[in-house]
């Protein structure tokens, strides 16, 4: 109880001390440019990184039977980088993390909403897609038996209300802001996992039946490309600084965070990756996240 009355009176003071300092000028209004960056893209990391994904089809034994276990339709970099050092550099890896992906950003920003000059709302869009990460490669011997491509691509179409603190020049604030968003985006995998050919190259010594990844899928996965999209509408909210460096300029900083998501579907694209997961699959599709941004505004 006193811990909520004292979040109370410490937004009274928020909102007292913008109105007050920020009664100076009237309200202004800009156009937002802005450059981010936004990690683990689709919240896929733990998949690309430790996880992997298990086949429907169970591991078996150089004559067909089952062993146990389930066959791998992707596999996590971390088991790769394992299978490389234990075996000397027979297996070869080549790992490049999570997705990491560059957000740009445009938008309209209109102070005193209600007729208050430290409120203020804004509407952007923003596009993110990939920049880094999201590759996978590895090899038996030298020979490329898998390749794991993760894609991912985003609009979202987010509007805040919030409120602004001014210093006592009013050319710097600090502002906090939530609202609302529409977003529409996908990911997805490409590549190969060539269980087959592992296994009639090293006989008993890699792929199905093999002391090494025996857990390789046959029928092999052969050039796949699946993609899963999901739209709707999610929550978003940011805080941020500005700082006025030109008469009509301002340079600001922020976070902001997009709380999107729904449950997408997708086709495979090869027999293997069809065996391996599904003819059609669905996967939850995570937009937004996290995403640190440096701007500019230009005062209209």
Known sequence: MLKSLRIG???FMFVAAAASLSAQTGPRSYVNFGLGGQFDLAGLGGTILKDGLDSSKPVTNSQGN??????????????????????????GVKDNGAMVGLNLNVGYEK??????????????????????????????????????EWSY????????????????????????????????????VAGTVDGDTLKNLFPGLAG????????????????????????????????????????????FFELETILSGAMGTGGTQSVGGANAIAPIAAYPVIVGGQTYRVGYKLEL
């Open 66 to 91: 089952v062993t146990g276990g389930t066959q791998q339709a992707i596999y996590a970099e971390n088991t790769l980088v394992g299978l490389n050092k234990s075996t000397n550099g027979f297996i």
């Open 153 to 188: 691509s985003a609009w979202t179409v987010p509007a805040f209300i919030g409120i602004k603190l001014f210093n006592a020049s009013n050319d710097t604030a600090v502002y906090v802001a939530g609202g609302a968003n529409y977003f529409k985006g996908q990911w997805g």
């Open 208 to 251: 199905p039946g093999g002391a090494f990844l025996s857990d390789a899928p046959t029928p092999g996965v052969y050039k796949e490309n699946i993609k899963f999209g999901a739209s709707g509408f999610g929550l978003n909210w940011l805080v941020g600084a500005q700082t006025k460096v030109t008469e009509k300029g301002h340079v």
């Open 9 to 11: 009176i410490m937004g």
């Open 111 to 148: 102070e005193g909403l209600f007729g208050i000059n430290s409120l203020f709302y804004r509407i952007s869009v923003n596009h993110t897609s990939k920049i880094a990460g999201g590759y996978t490669s590895s090899t038996a011997a030298g020979y490329k038996w898998l390749e794991q």
